[in-house]
């Protein structure tokens, strides 16, 4: 059956003649699907991967052979030696590869063909993979995207490195918008990295009094990564949070689960830090203490 459609859709888009065979292979997800093109001396091979569901399943395939028809096109001008490289630029393949896929879409939108890959969804996937975009920014150059009617390879291999200037009637907004923060910090995989992004020296010298602080008076406290900064965690037990991603100041939070209990403060270049300091050790003081108290009345059970 699917021999059969992805043969009528070849003969749709008037490229049958150029393909000799085509080989299907059946994947268990719709993300998984993909089409690998295999070109001889006088035609193209073709193996589709398509996830083993009726949902849009013509719209599937079609989108996938469209990009055999994108390759077979002269005005395309497709160039296989000019694809950024997956190994060396992973990010610039991964905009390459989103570029095209909202190339085919779009066409596939304007033909009428239900597909599953759809404005929302594959704007949705674009924005998500623009970590240094702002959502707002990130949307508006999808919708450029969307609307073009005729795009090359060149085009899209440019446009891959250059995404930002698809906006071209100003510069770009948005660069200190809160999600592109988060996007950079997620990059971030170390406490000391995170530490080194602040570009205050003045609040990078207090971050770094706030981990001494830690290691000198919250014996057994372990400080961990998070999307936005630096956790303190005693026991498994979360008790301070230190937000690193402001240029202007530490977001400061100290938890009591127990007593359910929060306090936030913002700290400045020229900010007191002694009275969160005192805090975060009273906050510590008591969770160990309950801690240790749980413990001697609940001993761990020997065999």
């Given at each position: 059956?699917d021999q059969r459609?992805?043969?009528?859709?070849?003969?749709?888009?008037?490229?049958?003649?150029c393909?000799?065979?085509?080989?299907?292979?059946?994947?268990?997800?719709p993300?998984?699907?993909r089409?690998?093109?295999?070109k001889?001396?006088?035609?193209l091979?073709?193996?589709?991967?398509?996830?083993?569901?009726?949902?849009?399943l013509?719209?599937r395939?079609?989108r996938?052979?469209?990009?055999?028809?994108?390759?077979?096109?002269?005005?395309?001008?497709?160039d296989?030696?000019?694809?950024?490289n997956?190994?060396?630029?992973?990010?610039?393949?991964?905009?390459?590869?989103?570029?095209?896929?909202?190339?085919?879409?779009?066409r596939?939108?304007?033909?009428g063909?239900?597909?599953?890959?759809?404005?929302?969804?594959?704007?949705?996937?674009?924005?998500?993979?623009?970590?240094?975009?702002?959502?707002?920014e990130?949307?508006r150059?999808?919708?450029?995207?969307?609307?073009r009617?005729?795009?090359?390879h060149?085009q899209?291999?440019?446009?891959a490195?250059?995404?930002?200037?698809v906006l071209?009637?100003?510069p770009?907004?948005?660069?200190?918008?809160?999600?592109?923060?988060?996007?950079?910090?997620?990059l971030?995989d170390?406490?000391q990295?995170h530490?080194?992004?602040i570009?205050s020296?003045?609040?990078r010298?207090k971050a770094e009094?706030?981990m001494?602080?830690?290691?000198?008076?919250?014996?057994?406290?372990l400080?961990?990564?998070s999307?936005?900064?630096?956790?303190?965690?005693y026991?498994?037990?979360?008790?301070?949070?230190?937000?690193?991603?402001?240029?202007d100041?530490l977001?400061?939070?100290?938890?009591?689960?127990?007593?359910?209990?929060?306090?936030s403060?913002?700290l400045?270049e020229e900010?007191?830090?002694?009275p969160?300091?005192?805090k975060?050790r009273?906050?510590?003081?008591?969770?160990s203490?309950?801690?240790?108290?749980?413990?001697?009345?609940?001993?761990t059970?020997?065999?």
């Open positions: 059956m459609l992805a043969h009528d859709i070849l003969r749709t888009l008037g490229v049958a003649s393909v000799r065979k085509v080989r299907i292979d059946q994947v268990n997800s993300w998984n699907e089409v690998e093109i295999k001889k001396e006088t035609h091979d073709v193996k589709l991967s398509i996830w083993d569901h009726p949902l849009c013509y719209g395939i079609y996938l052979l469209m990009y055999v028809g994108d390759v077979l096109q002269p005005e395309f001008q497709y296989p030696g000019k694809v950024p997956n190994s060396t630029e992973p990010a610039i393949r991964e905009t390459y590869n989103h570029l095209w896929g909202i190339y085919i879409d779009s596939v939108e304007r033909r063909i239900d597909n599953f890959y759809d404005r929302v969804l594959r704007r949705n996937l674009f924005i998500d993979a623009q970590k240094s975009l702002s959502w707002q990130s949307s150059i999808f919708q450029r995207l969307w609307d009617q005729q795009y090359t060149r899209i291999i440019d446009d490195y250059h995404l930002n200037e071209t009637e100003g770009a907004e948005g660069a200190d918008a809160f999600e592109v923060e988060i996007g950079a910090s997620r971030s170390s406490v990295t530490i080194d992004r570009a020296s003045g609040l010298e009094d706030f001494r602080f830690a290691k000198d008076h919250c014996q057994g406290t400080i961990e990564t999307s936005y900064g630096l956790y303190f965690m026991d498994q037990e979360i008790f301070a949070e230190m937000i690193t991603t402001r240029s100041a977001l400061i939070s100290v938890f009591d689960f127990q007593l359910d209990f929060q306090e403060y913002r400045t900010s007191d830090p002694e969160v300091l005192e975060i009273d906050t510590y003081n008591r969770i203490s309950h801690l240790r108290l749980k413990s001697i009345k609940n001993p059970p020997t065999f």
